[in-house]
């Protein structure tokens, strides 16, 4: 449509490309192949990408709050854990009397610190179709209740991000609780099914990936259609000048509450792929530095560009990956040093400077090309 | 007084001022004029520091600035009232005005001088007031006694009119030919054992060096009463300039019309 | 050049590297003396090191790298259980060991992996029976940092005092979260509680850094040794390097080892840290005997299966018998569990442990504790016929890992 | 000569009216005894205004004299301390919020510019037309020949045509005047808030400025606020004049200009 | 150890042991191991210097191994303590006089008694004459003679003291079966109106204990989150460096008392302006190397400043290694004020308390009374136009996130008295002092203070009840809540401006 879009369009084609090409190539050549054909990726290659695409997947949900609406949630990894809890809780039930103490009813958790009964909320979570619904429902829930107060009452900029991150850290207290019955700090492992599938199968963890990778191309799909939807730009009308919206006959609080449900529920299903991927799900995830790496991860990528993010998400936990077992003494150094070399060097994020490389546009740009109010 | 030449600006790929040459003695009340996006505020900035030039020079008593810090150019003496008005929102009138201390002390001006409130007395009843919670008309009227403050060589204004009520336009007029044409703050009575030769001197030299003036003004019978000299651009150049008294019906329909 | 690789798989950035770390070091040192001797093998052995970063998941995915990647022969790692958690479907699925040096709560036993730290029954039971019986203590304080293995840990032990005729109103449990800083409200309770009279002790299963500030507050409330006395089962030398220790006078800790015991092996031990970490003011302390014993039981069983080979090495390690640095020889059962002396200390000046009490034999680790009624049928026995980390011996069952 | 080709039809079709406007009793807008402070100080005092069906009314009065803050009165930025305020008969404004006061058809153009820095100057007329305004039809919207056309031809109205790709936020101030003028217009109110739209631009602009104005009028309730007295000239029928809060004077330009008063306070000269 | 608490209770018969029993219990009794022999030891440069035990006469100087040093247990030290007590009980000083008294009261055993009542006797001291009659009190309630027994109740229902209550409690007790303890109804009857009495005033007291320690938890809170008031809340730098640099303060504090090992006291207050010159500089290096590039870029702050958080880290541990470094408190900030039994306010924490209050008025005065406060606020609200009213926005902005910065590492020094020094010091502070800055509302320094305070009170109100974690949850919904009231903080900004 206008110049701009069109020039945004070519890395968003390629990342739709690659991504694409991944998500089918490692499955299919792993489920097609036999285990010594060069085509046939190990399960450390194959856990590794699907963790990052989930990674990929919950940084795309944060772009679309904060990239777009402005919205800085300082606490987007509580949506992610608890999409990840319903996941971990299905799983868990699935676990059925072959945990260490033979319960057929209670995970082992609560075996040892004596429950004697399902808590309520536990219920309901051996069926994979309600737990599905539940990946969504219960972060997408609390992001309604929790938005629904905070843009009512016009909470807005680090009120509202330094409030995020209050909830996450909330949560992050009451999931330590071993009370709360979610496994206290442990957490939830020890997974062995998913829909009657043996976890550890090389099939399965290749569908897995599939799914995942699949899933984030479609919530990649959507995203776009969203923001380039009149939705899209309402919403990026409120992150410019929030007040000015209300006059023209928006309701605001609608719309972000709109967009951050949306999100949360994204956030929730990027934590329901990777809990089955990774093997545990448990509070740090709540803690509110992960939220703060998500915001990282954004703003590496290139904030306001959908695509952006999902690359920063993957080369930021690439460059762990590596760096953990290469450097594994100082490279806090090197990770430190990437993140401030990228905010002086490459104001729009990494994707801004292939952006400005390969596609060389003079067009200004949506978001950082205009100075901002 | 300020000279400028074969400047060169441009905003990422767009070239928004082209080799643009521009002389203003001392004395001097310019009005820069123009239709609208041709440029003015940016050439405004540009002179005031606060966007870069690619090119060309900005010399400003024959010292050559256009690489120098908006800062520099404020101790020398050159006053700025924005487009827009550009408060301090949270601060109050009087801390807005206190602002300029640091650059005017550095020319002997500790404290706010009490001309600014004569001029503009709805100042002085909002010493407390957060600058954001003025109306439009009395920001931009603080916009213009926060410049004064520095008690400027050449004072820069930017379509300093704008949401001003009438009476107070052409007391801004007024308050404009007053500084263009002496050097702004009248000098207290003199007690009469002063009265003499060195009184008048001191009085003569000030009426003399006068605030030099570059105005941009869209409205016609104000540009007229204030300023002697016009300048008008298009598309980000100087295309005519003249006495005030020469801007004829041509000109305006050929450069200032649609 | 053909190496067996060796994984080392510590935390050295994030919260837990502040404990980690030096079993890192430990690992290195370990493994570099047993290259001075000659490699295992005939190949020389290679240090993997990675970081985890005190990120759970990723305590998981290094795993994995250095089983699929780096083919390491055996991981040396992990110190929470959460980690140990994390980490054990990998191992358990690609058939590797993991040597986990850290006291822990139980109630746990896989067939790939050794837990060379006490389990409750080798720490725990025997703090109190020494608090009851020596100090004649009545009234208890369990103090814990919220998680798993204080959470069982303080189970167990209620139901051991309770055994022991302490009553309800006698046993005050706390809980706080990680890090907790802020004790002013806990130990004034504490000092509320150990002022009527009867001997009260604290008996402190406070993690890491949640310690400094628990021992300034009740130094700065006046609770010291000799009225409240506390014993820890998460301060060793190394945490104590980190403090003011004036306050701390007197106060317990129970562990398997203290680097002040007087043995020839220990000196050895400490001039040989001292040597290889360059400092000789660095303290040693119970998960680097742990690491100690960990890794030469497989050097040992590796020499006697003749192979790295993960299967060979499990069925090997088993009964090997290694001594430990205070004067036992400590033994590998089949439960995966090890035999240990349990010593209890008193905090000096000087940040060393002076000990007052010990076993006067070696204590067998016992996964499935005997003080919870569900754990009480389960034993673990990784030798045939049952290979088995948990079968319950009333219904004759297997489950978990090895569930049929 | 502008306006008809851009402003369609207004009224019937609102959507999420509240209820019809019922003004068969005359005014359009009503405020009664409005007051508003601010820490002490009243920037309303005791305010009643009426505005007819289809009226242009100019307001002038000086700076600080509340002009602005009415306007945040009536499209519901500022709250009141007491007062009432109606739109017709039946339609309590103090009980809406912004964009319930804008959805029953009250538009306003602010003060300072403001325009949506980040999208192109199609979008911000788009974003403004008038529209189903809820989350769900927003996000289904597609845009029709029609309404292409409307876009268009507001283009052409406020000469941004050339510069419809590009974002706002390169648009020079008068520029930005001009833009939110067509937003205005796209929305199609029933009552148009206009603060100083003149400032900034050239004396032909005012001109065209004042056509479109008075096009506008008899549909269009319009309120116009504006210090330039040649361009209130050249619109006004009624003028109110403002002072400390409440209205001083009303009348036809001529009474208002040679009213002592006005001119001690305002005018001057 | 069962031989050597007889030689204590055999030494403590002989004046002249007082030196050898203090010197075992300061730990400073080593055995010469050629010898066999009893010296008191001194560190000198190449081991230790031995003195006679008796007579403090210089001996020689041997090698730390050469002696071995005389351990204690718990058991030892209270024989030892009461030994000690009893030989000081003659001393001239009055105040050795009062702690021998004090520490004889602590558990009164017949032998001590009787040393007790012999030595009121004798003594002038009213102070020592009042703390032993309360021994001798309490243990008249014990008494054969009812008239005494119930005079003594009637005495001990004013005292403040923790062994009143308890025997109060075993006078009203009941056995096992029901029955009750004390057979005298008169007297239990009277030991219940004692009993309500003094609990009446521990409620008091715990009153005032739980405000004194919401106090000193929000004192902790207010100078963590005060100088990011400064960065964040007036410059509007998202500083998540912020912990890191009052890490640094906290090293500071450790590197000085290594500089000065044998003055604590002296270190720490050395450490406050070090500590200051040292974070303040790394902030000046921080803004005048990387955020100063960022203006107009809030949001870049914070992941750059997160950078350099993670580097600062790393930097810690390979310089000071990943342990936690000990940093020791002068006795004067240890202990506590002990105003009665139920009573007493820790002195680090008074302390810290007064200092925050200190750090807030100074830091208050800066930004009001100097130009550099009106500055800082005119670069964060408009930075082009700042520039053009001559503002030289540059050092502006160096010196205030130096100022806030140096804050930080002020607040390190005092953390370094109640928490751990390592590495993740910083990490376990920046939640909380984003959440104070905001409650207490962007840009109003009193709002930081008052909502620090309100806090820490209503965490240690709430942790009685709901426990630590819960109560934190609490305080943290709280917040969440509060803010739906006030979008603003506690203290919003107010007026047209705030609005957009
Ligand atoms: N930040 C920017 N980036 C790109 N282009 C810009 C930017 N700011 C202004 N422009 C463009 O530069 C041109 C000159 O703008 P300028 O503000 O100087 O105009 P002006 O003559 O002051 O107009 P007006 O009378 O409306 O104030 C305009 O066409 C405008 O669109
Ligand atoms: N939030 C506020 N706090 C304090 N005073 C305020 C606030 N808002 C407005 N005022 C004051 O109220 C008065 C009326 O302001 P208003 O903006 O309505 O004037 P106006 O008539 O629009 O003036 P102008 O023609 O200059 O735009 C002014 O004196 C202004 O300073
Ligand atoms: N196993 C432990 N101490 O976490
Ligand atoms: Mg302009
Ligand atoms: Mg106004």
């Not at chain 3, 706390?174 to 509680?193: A, C």
Request: net charge neutral; glycine share 8%.
């Amino acid at each position: 449509m206008s110049q701009y879009k069109q020039a945004i369009d070519k890395p968003y084609t390629l990342t739709v490309g690659v991504l694409l090409a991944v998500t089918m190539l490692i499955p299919l050549g792993n489920l097609l192949t036999d285990s010594d054909s060069a085509l046939h990726f190990s399960a450390y290659i194959v856990s590794l990408i699907g963790k990052y695409l989930s990674f990929a997947l919950l940084a795309l949900s944060l772009d679309l709050v904060w990239g777009y609406a402005g919205i800085l949630v300082l606490g987007q990894g509580a949506f992610f854990a608890l999409g990840g809890y319903a996941m971990g809780m299905y799983l868990m039930r699935q676990i059925g009397s072959r945990g260490v103490y033979g319960n057929p009813l209670l995970p082992d958790f609560m075996v040892f610190l004596n429950w004697q009964e399902l808590p309520w909320y536990w219920l309901g979570f051996e069926h994979f179709p309600y737990t599905l619904l539940m990946v969504f429902l219960a972060p997408g829930f609390l992001a309604l209740v929790f938005g629904w107060l905070a843009f009512r009452s016009r909470v807005t900029g680090v009120y509202l991000s330094i409030i995020t991150q209050a909830l996450t850290y909330a949560l992050l207290l009451a999931f330590f609780r071993n009370e709360m019955g979610f496994g206290g700090n442990n957490g939830l492992t020890d997974f062995k099914e998913l829909l009657g599938f043996n976890l550890q199968s090389e099939a399965v963890r290749a569908l897995l990936l599939l799914i995942t990778g699949l899933s984030l191309l479609g919530a990649l799909l959507i995203s776009r259609w969203i923001v380039n939807s009149k939705l899209g730009r309402v919403v990026t009308a409120i992150r410019d000048q929030e007040s000015r919206v209300r006059f023209l006959g928006y309701r605001v609080e609608l719309f972000k509450l709109w967009i951050f449900v949306f999100s949360a529920m994204l956030a929730g299903l990027a934590g329901a792929l990777y809990v089955p991927q990774v093997g545990i799900i448990n509070p740090s995830e709540f803690s509110p530095l992960n939220s703060l790496e998500i915001v990282i991860w954004v703003a590496i990528g290139g904030r306001g560009t959908l695509y952006g993010p999902i690359i920063g998400a993957i080369l930021v936990n690439y460059a762990k990956t590596v760096l953990t077992g290469l450097l594994p003494e100082i490279w806090l150094f090197s990770l430190g040093a990437v993140f401030v070399l990228v905010t002086l060097l490459l104001p729009d994020g990494v994707l801004g400077l292939v952006r400005n490389k390969l596609w060389s546009s003079t067009q200004p740009l949506p978001v950082s090309g205009v100075p901002k109010p | 007084m300020l000279k400028l030449s074969a400047l060169q600006q441009y905003y990422g790929a767009s070239h928004t001022l082209w080799d643009l040459d521009l002389q203003l003695n001392t004395g001097d009340c310019l009005c820069l004029m123009g239709r609208n996006g041709v440029g003015k505020t940016t050439l405004l900035k540009a002179i005031m520091g606060l966007i870069p030039v690619q090119d060309g020079a900005i010399i400003y008593d024959g010292v050559d600035l256009s690489r120098a810090k908006p800062e520099t150019r404020a101790e020398l003496g050159i006053g700025y009232v924005p487009q827009g008005r550009e408060i301090f929102p949270l601060l109050s009138v009087e801390e807005n005005l206190k602002t300029g201390l640091r650059a005017a002390g550095k020319r002997g001006i500790k404290t706010i001088p009490d001309s600014i409130f004569e001029i503009f007395p709805v100042l002085k009843q909002m010493l407390k007031r957060r600058g954001g919670d003025l109306s439009g008309g009395q920001q931009q009227q603080l916009a213009i006694g926060r410049a004064l403050v520095l008690n400027p060589g050449l004072l820069i204004l930017d379509e300093p009119t704008e949401g001003i009520q009438p009476n107070i336009v052409s007391e801004i007029g007024d308050v404009i030919i007053r500084l263009n044409k002496a050097r702004g703050i009248d000098l207290p009575r003199p007690a009469p054992e002063d009265i003499g030769e060195i009184h008048q001197a001191i009085v003569r030299i000030q009426r003399e060096l006068g605030v030099t003036v570059l105005l941009v003004e869209q409205k016609l019978a104000f540009a007229r009463k204030v300023a002697d000299r016009f300048c008008i651009m298009d598309r980000g150049r100087l295309v005519a300039d003249g006495l005030m008294t020469e801007l004829d019906e041509t000109m305006i329909k050929r450069y200032l019309t649609v | 050049e053909d190496t067996i690789k060796v994984g080392v798989l510590h935390s050295l950035s994030g919260t837990m590297a502040i404990s980690e770390t030096t079993l890192k070091d430990t690992m290195l040192m370990l493994i570099d003396e047993q290259n001075k001797k000659g490699g295992l093998l005939g190949k020389k052995l290679e240090a993997v090191v990675v970081d985890p970063a005190s990120n759970w998941p990723l305590f998981a995915e290094k795993a994995r790298e250095l089983l699929t990647k780096d083919k390491v022969a055996a991981i040396f790692g992990c110190w929470t259980s959460v980690s140990r958690k994390s980490v054990l479907p990998v191992v358990e699925e690609l058939n590797g060991l993991l040597f986990y040096p850290v006291q822990y709560e139980g109630e746990e036993s896989s067939k790939n992996v050794f837990y060379t730290g006490a389990a409750p029954n080798q720490q725990a039971i025997p703090a109190v029976d020494y608090l009851m019986n020596d100090l004649k203590v009545q009234r208890w304080v369990l103090a814990g940092t919220d998680y798993v293995y204080p959470r069982t840990t303080n189970k167990i032990l209620e139901a051991y005092l309770k055994s022991k005729g302490v009553a309800a109103k006698d046993i005050l449990i706390n809980y706080t979260p990680f890090g907790h800083s802020d004790w002013q409200n806990i130990v004034s309770d504490i000092k509320k509680f150990g002022s009527t009279g009867k001997k009260t002790a604290v008996v402190s299963t406070i993690n890491g850094d949640a310690n400094i500030p628990f021992y300034k507050e009740l130094g700065n409330q006046g609770i010291s040794a000799e009225n409240i006395p506390v014993i820890a089962f998460s301060v060793g030398e190394e945490e104590l390097s980190g403090m003011d220790t004036k306050p701390l006078v007197g106060h317990l800790a129970a562990w398997n080892y203290f680097m002040s015991v007087d043995t020839t092996k220990n000196a050895a031990f400490i001039q040989q840290w001292h040597d290889f970490i360059k400092n000789p003011k660095r303290v040693t302390n119970d998960p680097m005997e742990a690491h100690y014993i960990g890794f030469n039981m497989w050097v040992k069983a590796v020499e006697k299966a003749g192979t790295t080979d993960p299967e060979a090495v499990q069925k090997a390690i088993i009964g090997v018998e290694f001594p430990n640095l205070t004067g036992g020889v400590s033994k590998m059962l089949p439960n995966h569990h090890i035999s240990k002396p349990v010593l209890i200390g008193e905090i000096q000046g000087d940040g060393q442990f002076v000990t007052v009490w010990q076993t006067n034999k070696l204590v067998d680790g016992d996964a499935w504790s005997d003080f919870l009624p569900e754990s009480k049928p389960i034993i673990a026995d990784w030798t045939p016929p049952i290979s088995c980390g948990n079968f319950n011996t009333k219904t004759k069952k297997c489950s978990g890992q090895n569930f049929k | 000569m502008i306006a008809n080709t851009t402003i369609q039809e207004s009224g019937a079709s609102q959507p999420l009216l509240a209820g019809e406007i019922d003004s068969r009793h005359g005014p359009i807008l009503y405020l009664e005894d409005v007051n508003v402070s601010f820490d002490g100080f009243k920037a309303l005092n005791h305010l009643s205004l009426y505005i007819d069906s289809g009226e242009l009314r100019c307001m002038i009065g000086p700076n600080g004299a509340g002009k602005t803050t009415l306007m945040d009165v009536i499209t519901g930025k500022t709250k009141p301390d007491s007062g009432s305020v109606y739109f017709g008969q039946t339609i309590n404004l103090l009980e809406l919020d912004e964009p319930a006061i804008a959805a029953t058809g009250i538009c306003r153009k602010f003060q300072k510019p403001s325009v949506f820095d980040a999208l192109t100057v199609f979008e911000n007329l788009e974003l403004a037309m008038h529209a189903d305004k809820r989350t769900w039809p927003t996000l289904f919207y597609r845009r029709n020949a029609e309404q292409n056309e409307r876009i268009h031809n507001v283009l052409d109205t406020i000469k941004l045509t050339s510069l419809s790709k590009h974002p706002a936020g390169i648009l020079s101030h008068g520029q930005k005047q001009w833009l939110e003028i067509g937003m205005l217009l796209m929305q199609e109110p029933k009552v148009m808030l206009v603060d100083e739209p003149i400032a900034g631009m050239t004396h032909q602009e005012v001109e065209r400025t004042a056509e479109l104005l008075l096009s506008l009028q008899g549909k269009h309730s319009i309120i116009v606020v504006e210090h330039d007295m040649e361009f209130v000239r050249s619109i006004a029928q009624k003028v109110t004049v403002l002072h400390e809060g409440s209205v001083l004077t009303e009348g036809t330009m001529d009474e208002v200009q040679n009213d002592p008063r006005v001119i001690q306070v305002y005018l001057g000269e | 150890m069962a031989e050597r608490e007889q030689a204590i209770d055999w030494l403590a018969t002989d004046k002249r042991s007082l030196n050898i029993l203090q010197a075992l219990q300061e730990g400073k009794l080593f055995e010469l191991k050629s010898e066999s022999k009893l010296v008191t030891v001194q560190e000198s440069t190449n081991g230790y210097l031995l003195k006679d035990v008796v007579s403090g006469i210089e001996l020689s100087e041997v090698e730390r191994s050469a002696v071995g040093k005389l351990n204690l247990t718990n058991k030892l030290r209270s024989s030892l303590r009461k030994a000690i007590a009893q030989l000081q009980l003659n001393e001239t000083d009055p105040a050795i006089r009062l702690t021998a008294v004090q520490a004889l009261g602590k558990d009164v055993d017949d032998k001590a008694l009787v040393l007790l009542s012999e030595h009121l006797n004798g003594e002038t001291d009213t102070d020592i004459q009042l703390a032993i009659q309360e021994i001798l009190v309490l243990k008249q309630l014990d008494s054969q003679d009812r008239s005494q027994r119930l005079a003594a109740v009637n005495t001990v229902k004013t005292l403040n003291s923790q062994a009143v209550l308890n025997r109060l409690e075993t006078l009203t007790d009941k056995d096992a079966e029901g029955h009750f303890l004390e057979p005298d109804n008169e007297i239990r009857d009277l030991a219940d109106a004692a009993l309500s009495k003094i609990k009446t005033r521990i409620m008091a007291y715990a009153a005032v204990e739980t405000v004194f320690f919401g106090l000193s938890l929000g004192a902790v809170l207010v100078l963590s989150a005060i100088g990011l008031a400064i960065t964040f809340g007036v410059m509007g730098i998202i500083n998540m460096a912020h912990g890191e640099l009052m890490m640094l303060g906290a090293y500071t504090t450790y590197v000085m008392q290594k500089i000065l090992p044998n003055q604590p006291g002296v270190a720490l207050i050395l450490s406050i302006p070090a500590a200051f010159l040292v974070a303040g500089l790394v902030g000046v290096a921080i803004e005048r190397g990387i955020i100063r590039f960022l203006y107009g870029r809030p949001l870049e702050t914070l992941l750059a400043t997160f950078g350099v958080s993670l580097f600062l880290q790393q930097l810690v541990r390979s310089i000071f290694s990943p342990l936690n470094r000990s940093v020791t408190s002068p006795t004067w900030m240890s202990g506590s004020w002990q105003i009665n039994d139920f009573l007493s306010l820790t002195w680090n924490r008074l302390y810290i308390l007064i200092f925050c209050l200190l750090v807030f008025t100074a830091l208050l005065q800066i930004l009001k009374r100097t130009k550099l406060g009106l500055e800082v606020r005119a670069v964060a609200q408009n930075r082009k136009m700042a520039k053009a009213m001559g503002i030289p926005t540059a050092r502006v902005d160096a010196m205030t996130f130096g100022l806030g910065s140096g804050i930080a590492g002020v607040a390190g020094v005092a953390l370094s008295q109640i928490t751990n020094v390592g590495p993740n010091l910083g990490q376990a502070y920046i939640v909380d002092s984003f959440m104070v800055v905001v409650f207490g509302g962007v840009g109003n320094l009193f709002g930081t203070l008052v909502a620090g305070f309100t806090l820490g009170i209503a965490n240690k109100v709430l942790e009685p009840y709901a426990g630590a974690v819960l109560a934190k949850i609490l305080v943290l919904v709280f917040i969440i809540l509060f803010i739906q009231k006030r979008p603003r903080g506690l203290f919003p900004q107010k007026g047209r401006a705030a609005e957009n």
